[in-house]
């Protein structure tokens, strides 16, 4: 039982560093992109639930060094298989938003970076809610997807200024990982009630 509960603290742990991460930079993005015609609104409304999540971070590392270290049983070959392909996701993700930037800079359209960024992140999610069977991956996708699509139209069409749809595009992103990292918080909370 407590094995369950090290391994799933563990894994809130792990999601939460990397939300807080990805929220940071999409936040510090938007904050970029709104040329503080905001007044740093939106940097310091995100920020309040960083430190949120900064507070649920620290917590459950303090409530993981309370587990005893029982025999740590190995990882079977299905989770290997996982990780490994978790690593592939990842590495073609880093690949696409790479090429994609370098593309863009070659056609002169760098300005369709931030929502090439978004959509390669989007549909990241995809094969991943497939490789843990997580709906709520697909969900984020289609969010994260979505956004990325509206921001491209309406640069391409020139509906807003290409920093506010920018903007627009990493605010919704931001909003894509503290879903994620609410997500992992009440994750940790089930596992830390369960012991």
């Known amino acids: 039982m407590e094995l369950n509960v090290k391994r799933e603290v ?6 939460l560093f990397f939300m807080i991460i990805n929220t940071v930079i999409w936040t510090l993005i938007a904050e970029y992109y709104l040329e503080n015609k905001d007044n740093k609104m939106v940097g310091l409304l995100i920020g309040m639930v960083i430190l949120v999540f900064l507070f649920f971070y620290v917590r459950f590392t303090k409530f993981q060094k309370t587990i005893p270290d029982t025999a740590v049983e190995s990882k079977t070959q299905e989770e290997e298989k996982k990780d490994k392909r978790f690593l592939w996701i990842l590495g073609l ?14 056609i002169n359209h760098n300005e369709l970076f931030i ?8 549909l990241h999610f995809f094969p991943l809610g497939k490789l843990f069977k997580r709906k709520f991956d697909y969900y984020m996708g ?3 997807s979505t956004v990325a699509i509206i921001g491209l139209y309406m640069i391409i069409e020139k509906v807003t200024t290409v ?3 920018n903007a627009i595009v990493s605010i919704c ?7 994620y990292g609410v997500k992992m918080i009440v994750s940790g909370q089930k596992a830390i009630q369960n012991k």
């Open 10 to 15: 563990e894994r809130a742990i792990g999601g």
């Open 93 to 106: 993700e880093g690949l696409g938003i790479f090429l994609a930037k370098n593309i863009l800079i070659n």
């Open 115 to 122: 929502p090439f960024f978004a959509l390669i992140v989007g």
């Open 142 to 144: 289609i969010w994260t």
């Open 163 to 165: 920093n506010f749809a």
């Open 173 to 179: 992103c931001a909003i894509s990982t503290i879903c």
